[in-house]
């Protein structure tokens, strides 16, 4: 059976038709594409620092949420609402909603790594609250309860520093450092502080490169004794201008 012409006509034309169509498919499929490939590396840098947000949110770190934030939010649902309505490039690139989108998700990101950076290392002194070690040091009498206690938190204290150098990577490294925290609080109640006040002269000044002879009293000597701390000490010559 012979098809007619005009039928022949009228499937060549549905044919060129799809073609087209499909033409203007690939071109669009094309566009989309480009834009896709804008936004992924931004969106993934904001997604990070956002799931770093979240982890400290989770472990009840208040992490406040910048205004650029909420900014890049609204007017990506701007853009979401035009292109489901109408699933075009075009459409996303209308004005200037597509750059200003980039540029917002971008600042947004910046700000709330920034946020979280600030979180983190604000947390450090909320979580302990006790004092240097080196501010420590100066305020206890090296006895050797004293002095054991405090190269454990000496020790302690360095590593609790060190967790904040850089973000935690899990909750676990936030637990971590709570254990830590506990470790120093309960480590620094060890800490003796009360003594005489010839002891504390002495010891302060041992601590500050050498006592002189005349502060070692006979109630210097005495607690030295008690404390079984008599054999921590020498007698040193000083230097001519008189330091150690």
Do not use: C
Not at 159 to 170: H, S, V, Y
């Amino acid at each position: 059976m012979k098809i007619s012409l005009p039928a022949r006509t009228k499937a060549l034309r549905e044919r060129l038709v799809a073609l087209d169509l499909l033409g203007a498919n690939v071109k669009e499929t094309g566009l989309l594409e480009d834009l896709r490939t804008d936004l992924a590396p931004l969106a993934a840098e904001l997604s990070r620092a956002l799931d770093q947000r979240a982890l400290l949110l989770g472990s009840g770190i208040e992490t406040p949420e910048p205004p650029s934030l909420r900014t890049a939010r609204k007017r990506a649902a701007t853009l979401l609402n035009r292109f489901s309505a109408e699933r075009k490039a075009a459409v996303l690139k209308e004005r200037t909603g597509w750059a200003s989108l980039l540029k917002e998700i971008k600042a947004a990101s910046t700000d709330v790594s920034a946020a979280v950076v600030e979180a983190w290392k604000g947390y450090r002194h909320t979580v302990f609250t006790g004092e240097l070690p080196t501010l420590v040091k100066g305020r206890i009498a090296f006895t050797p309860t004293n002095d054991a206690a405090f190269k454990t938190y000496e020790q302690l204290h360095q590593t609790f520093r060190g967790e904040f150098d850089k973000l935690p990577a899990d909750a676990a490294a936030i637990e971590r450092v709570k254990a830590l925290a506990a470790r120093l609080t309960a480590t620094a109640k060890e800490f003796d502080f009360d003594v005489p006040v010839d002891v504390k002269r002495f010891l302060e000044a041992i601590q500050s490169g050498g006592a002189r002879l005349d502060l070692l009293t006979e109630a210097v000597l005495e607690w030295l004794n008690e404390n079984k701390a008599f054999g921590n000490y020498r007698i040193v010559p000083g230097s001519a201008d008189g330091s150690r």
